[in-house]
């Protein structure tokens, strides 16, 4: 059992930057799960035996990394497979289902989207990748205390919008009978 089995299942964008910030965690310690022992686990105000199954997940992460060969960038593909799932269901919701409230909040978010998109030329990705690609690096130059424009803090906010709404839909589709959970 994963420690964010629960916020994947309810709020699965959540989910999502929640691991790309434990990936850049395990890649800041090298990969070296007694490097994340003393500066992650060790200071938990946890039982021992509480402690043991965190360093128990982070090594199952470290491990998958370096299967995966992402030492230096890169997500696990478990995350990447919930991106991609979501970037269908995306599609799905402006090309096929007619979604107005969910459409609308895309056309609010899609500026951003777009100006994100161009400034990344060929490496350009979906417009959801693209969503949690700006909410974790508004995420990281807060915590580096570096300032953020008030334009860029109006498109992260719609996109978190946009990837809230998603999620609603994304928890509704795997109630569905016959969509198991990954």
Not at 39 to 54: F, Y
Not at 141 to 153: C, F, H, I, N, Y
Request: aromatic residues 4%; contains cysteine; charged residues 30%.
């Amino acid at each position: 059992m994963g420690l964010l089995d629960e916020k994947k299942r309810n709020n699965i964008a959540s989910y999502v930057i929640s691991m790309w910030h434990i990936e850049d965690l395990m890649r800041a310690n090298d990969l070296d799960i007694a490097k994340v022992d003393e500066l992650l686990i060790a200071p938990m105000d946890a039982d021992e035996e509480a402690k043991q199954e965190v360093r128990d997940w982070y090594q199952d992460i470290i491990l998958q990394m370096k299967e995966e060969g992402l030492e230096r960038h890169g997500h696990l593909s478990e995350v990447e497979e919930v991106v991609n799932e979501l970037e269908l269901l995306h599609h799905t919701l402006v090309e096929v289902v007619d979604d107005s409230d969910y459409e609308a909040l895309y056309e609010a978010a899609r500026p951003g989207i777009i100006s994100l998109q161009s400034q990344a030329d060929d490496q350009a990705e979906g417009p959801i990748a693209t969503c949690f690609t700006a909410i974790y690096g508004v995420m990281l130059l807060r915590a580096q205390g570096k300032e953020v424009s008030d334009s860029t803090t109006e498109a992260e906010g719609h996109m978190r919008l946009l990837l809230e709404a998603l999620g609603l839909h994304y928890k509704h589709m795997r109630k569905l009978p016959g969509v198991s959970m990954n």
